[in-house]
Each structure stands twice: as structure tokens, then as C-alpha cells.
């Protein structure tokens, strides 16, 4: 664990650096999704830099194509799903067979993107796309998700083992903390649990040098740090305290780097920050776009940024 002196660093250098912004010239653009379609709570690239692919409420994956074409179908995660049922919807009663695929991530190795889906928990579809194969069940609820390209190994978030996606929905609605960590090995098919006692879902990241996991905290407003390499192997610590509820992270351009989606006095945030907890650069959200935030993917020297309540990504660029 950090000692005290560590957490007095992490609250000086949020407190020190929350009103920058990504840019004097910032540019706000949308991708936007096809009518009546939203929950964009995902994005992802694939290793020729495609994309971004995004999930969305209805039950599908979308790739976007280009300014022309806008977003096609990709993927979906429910065998059962039809196009005239599902498409367009954002009703939690139909997921059951339409499917909530939340969070993405590529194997760069062999393309495969992996999947969480909150009825369907963890699957993965080739590059061709079509109807994901589920790889493992059974869960309440899986968020986010983190893939380690040189081993394979898939990293997720199960949010709770007492509820699910439609109870989040539910007047005076709180997380509880039997959130989990887990690993899937796909050389085994196995699934481990790393760490429990997590709350509010959200997604992981894995570091660049593949020594560590960071992982969100909603009711603590913390991310923690979980060892799967070196000395302190198997062990947890917290990483950040107090800069905000914490969402989804994701690796940044610059390695050792990563982008957490964090909404801080009703203002949405993404920050950058290092190996050591030091937050390098805050892009405040909110001064251009009224949303909920819940991911913040850099690409090409941009930030694409996912919302489980807009009908668009939006895309931050200098």
C-alpha cells in the first residue's frame, strides 16, 4: 500500500492540474450512430488503426467506415437477436435476447475482439465480424474489459455479484462491492479471480510493460492497482485517490500512459495519467458535450469519447 505521504502527492496533483484542457484549439466533432441508436459506452481499433468499433444498446457492434458511410453492423452477441426487434432499441427488458455488449478490446496478435456483454458476459468475434462466440457465462454483470496482446490473457471486470444492467436503472439505486477482477487464460479457458470487493463496474487497463492491472472503484472513488508480474506479484494497492468516480481506463499513445473516464463534481473529465499516479493532463468534457462519461480512447492524436447516453462518439482533436 501507498503510505500516507504517497496520497497527499495524488490529491496536490489533481488539485494542481484539473483546469487544464487538452487544448487552446480544441475541435469537437460527432461520428454519429444510425437513427434511433445510442450507448456508445465503448471504443475500440483495431491494429491497422479501423474504427472505431463501438457498442451499443440495441445489442450490436458498429465499425465506423467513414464520413461517408457513417457506422455499418459489425458484430452482435445474441443468438436469438433480430434486426426488427432489436435494432434501434434501448429497452433493458429485451437484452436477454438482443443483447448489451458494453466494452471492447482487440487481441493485436490475431484480431480477435473480445467482448462484455451484460447478459452474455465474455465473447469473442474474428475480423470478419457476425455473431460472437461465448467463451464464458453465468455472470450478473461484466463491464469492462482489457486485453493483453502478448500473452492473451483477457482481463475484465465482473460489477457485482447481486445485481445486473436493469437494477442500475432503479429509483435510489446504489453499487454494492463484490465487484471482481478477473483473468481469462484463453490457452486454458479458464477464469480466475484476481481481486474482489470492487464496486460500480467500469473497465480495466493493463500497463504497457504488462506488469500491473489498473482497475476502477466507484464507491471508494479510487483506482487500485493489481500486480500480475514482478515482486509484488498477485498483490493490490491504490494507485490514485480523490480525483474523481472513476470509469473505464485505457492504455494512452505514449507507453506507460493511460486515459481514465471519470466524472468529478458533475463534470465529465478525462485524465491522463502516468505509472506513478501523477495526473499529466486533464480534457475537460462537459464545457463542450452534456453527457454521462464512460470511456476515453486516444487514437491519432485524438480522443474518441463514449457515452452511455448520447447517440454519437465524440471526437476531440487539436
Same mark, same amino acid.
Given at each position: ?7 497527499v ?6 488539485? %494542481? ?5 487538452? /487544448?487552446? !484549439?480544441?475541435?469537437?466533432?460527432? %461520428?454519429?450512430? =444510425?437513427? !434511433? ?9 483495431? $491494429? ?15 465499425k ?30 429485451l ?7 458494453? &466494452? ?13 456483454? &451484460? ?14 462466440? @461465448? ?12 486485453? *493483453? /496482446? +502478448?500473452?492473451?490473457?483477457? +482481463?475484465?471486470?465482473?460489477? /457485482? ?8 436503472? @432503479? ?8 465487484g ?5 487464460? =484463453? $490457452? ?7 481481486? /474482489?470487493?470492487l ?12 506488469? +500491473?492491472?489498473?482497475? =476502477? ?11 500480475? @508480474? ?6 493490490? *494497492? ?5 480525483c ?5 481506463i485505457?492504455? &494512452? ?7 481514465? &473516464?471519470v *466524472?468529478?463534481?458533475?463534470?465529465a ?22 453527457m454521462?462519461?464512460?470511456v476515453?480512447? *486516444?487514437?491519432?492524436?485524438a %480522443? +474518441? ?14
Open positions: 500500500m501507498k503510505t500516507s505521504s504517497f496520497f502527492v495524488d490529491l496536490i496533483v489533481c488539485f %494542481l492540474i484539473v483546469g487544464s484542457v487538452f /487544448s487552446d !484549439n480544441i475541435t469537437f466533432n460527432k %461520428l454519429q450512430l =444510425p437513427p !434511433n441508436v445510442t450507448g456508445p459506452e465503448s471504443a475500440a481499433f483495431d $491494429r491497422q488503426g479501423g474504427g472505431p468499433y463501438v457498442t451499443v444498446a440495441d445489442g450490436r457492434i458498429l465506423w467506415q467513414d464520413p461517408t458511410i457513417g457506422f455499418v453492423d459489425f458484430a452482435y452477441t445474441s443468438p436469438n437477436r433480430t434486426k426488427q426487434l432489436c435494432d434501434g432499441t434501448n429497452d433493458l427488458k437484452g436477454p435476447t438482443c443483447g448489451r455488449p458494453l &466494452a471492447l478490446s482487440f487481441n493485436y496478435k490475431t484480431s480477435d475482439l473480445y467482448i462484455t456483454d &451484460a447478459f452474455f458476459g465474455l465473447l469473442v468475434v474474428g475480423f470478419n465480424g457476425g455473431l460472437a462466440t @461465448q467463451l464464458s457465462g453465468g455472470y450478473k454483470y461484466l463491464s469492462g474489459i482489457d486485453v *493483453e /496482446s +502478448y500473452t492473451g490473457n483477457v +482481463y475484465v471486470i465482473d460489477a /457485482s455479484l447481486t445485481y445486473d444492467i436493469r437494477d442500475m436503472t @432503479q429509483p435510489g439505486f446504489t453499487p454494492d462491492s463484490t471482481r477482477l478477473l483473468k481469462y487464460d =484463453p $490457452r486454458t479457458q479458464q477464469v480466475t479471480v484476481l481481486s /474482489s470487493g464496486s460500480g463496474g467500469g473497465g480495466p487497463a493493463v500497463s504497457s510493460d504488462r506488469n +500491473y492491472v489498473l482497475v =476502477p472503484d466507484y464507491l471508494k472513488k479510487q483506482v487500485q492497482r493489481h500486480w500480475v @508480474q514482478g515482486p509484488k506479484r498477485n498483490t493490490n *494497492e491504490v494507485f490514485m485517490v480523490d474523481g468516480i472513476p470509469k473505464n485505457k492504455r &494512452a499513445a505514449n507507453g506507460g500512459e493511460f486515459w481514465v &473516464a *466524472e468529478k463534481m458533475n463534470e473529465q478525462g485524465l491522463r495519467v502516468n505509472g506513478s499516479a501523477m495526473v499529466l493532463q486533464t480534457v475537460v468534457l462537459s464545457n463542450l458535450l452534456n454521462s462519461v464512460a476515453v480512447q *486516444e487514437m491519432n492524436n %480522443l +474518441y469519447v463514449g457515452s452511455s447516453g448520447t447517440d454519437f462518439v465524440g471526437v476531440y482533436t487539436n
